[in-house]
C-alpha cells in the first residue's frame, strides 16, 4: 500500500466531514468531527462542549493529573483538576480533587472533597479545603491552609489547626473555640478542660443579655434550681438546701445549715479555739445588742454565755444573764470580745449582733 493511501485512510478515520440539512436556508451545512485521537499538542483549544472522561467516569483535567486513561488503577468517579491533581492515585472512588497536586497519591480513598495546592486526598468522607490541609482519619471537615490531624470526626475551622490528640475534637479559629466531642467538652478561650468532669469552660469575661436558668426556667436574671457556690480571692458562699436573700449588705455572710439575715455588715458568725491559760479574742463589739456562747468541745461543764448592750465600745452594759460555768467566763476587754480560762481548752462559740440605728 502506497504512503499516499495510508495518509489517505488517517483522512478519513481521524477527519469525518458531516453535512446537516438547514430547513430554514434548504440548504446542508458541512462541518467536521475530529475522533480516534489519543493525544494532542496545541496552544489553544477553543470549543463550547468538551466531553472528557474515561471508561470509569474518571475526569482529569491538568498536566500530569490523574493516571492514564489506559490504566485507571480501580478508580472511579474522581474528579481531578489542577496540576498534578491526583497524580498516581489508586483504588479512589466518588472524590474530587482541585488544586496544585491536590490528592496526589491518594490511596484506598472515598468520598473526599479536597481543595486547594496539595490537600490531602486519603480518607472516608473527609472535607479538606485549604493549602495543605487535612490528613489521616476519616469524617473529618478541615478548613484553612494547614489545618491537619489524624483523628476522625474532627472539625477544624481556622488556618494552622491540628487536632492534637486521638480524640474526635472541634477548634474555631486559632483554637479560641475548642471541644472534645468524643467527651462532650466545649471551651471557649481554653485548649484543654479545667475539671475533667466540666462539660463547658469559659476563659475570660461572659456578657449574657437576658435570663438564664441552670436546671430551671428563668423567671430573673439568673435561677437555680441546685447547689449554689460563689467564690474569689475574698471569700466564699456556699448556699445548699435553703433559703438566702442578700440586700444591700455590706461585710462577710456565713452560712450554714439555717438561715442567717444579715443587714448593713451586722450577722451572726461562730467558730472554734484553743484557750491556753488566759484570754483569747473571738471577736469585735459593734453597736447594739450583742450575744455570746461560747462551750467546751470536750466537757460542756465549761461554758459561758452573755448578752450585752453597746451603745459605743466604751458604753456597755449587761441585758439579762451573765451565765458562766467551769473554767469559763466571757469578758470584754475594750472593744475586743474574749473567752477566758484558767485551763487548756477548745471552745465552740458564737456571736450574734443584733445593731441599732
Known sequence: MSSTTNVQNFLVNVFRPVYTYDPTTTLFTP???LSNIDTYSGNTVSVFTAAVGDSNSNVYVGSNAGNPYTTTKLC????????????NISNVSNSTYVGFNAGNGALTASNVVAIGASANGNGISNVYVGTGSGGGGNSNVFLGAGTTGTASGSILIGPGLSDGSTNAVFKLGQGYLTGDMSTKWL???????YDVNNK?????NVYVFGQQGINMVPVRTLDVNGNFRAADA????????????VSNSSGTLNFSNGITYSSNGFTSTRGTITVSGGASTIGQLK?????ISAVDNVSSANRASRMLLAYTTSNVTDVGSNVAAGNTSITV???NIQITDSTNSTYIWSITYFPLP
Open 76 to 87: 472511579s468517579n474522581v474528579t481531578a483538576v489542577g496540576y498534578g491533581a491526583g497524580s
Open 200 to 204: 463547658l469552660d469559659v476563659s475570660g
Open 287 to 291: 453597736k447594739g445588742v450583742v450575744l
Open 234 to 245: 475574698n471569700g466564699t458562699i456556699d448556699f445548699n438546701l435553703g433559703n438566702l436573700s
Open 333 to 335: 476587754s475594750t472593744s
Open 31 to 33: 462541518k467536521l468531527e
Open 187 to 193: 471551651g471557649l478561650g481554653r485548649t484543654t478542660p
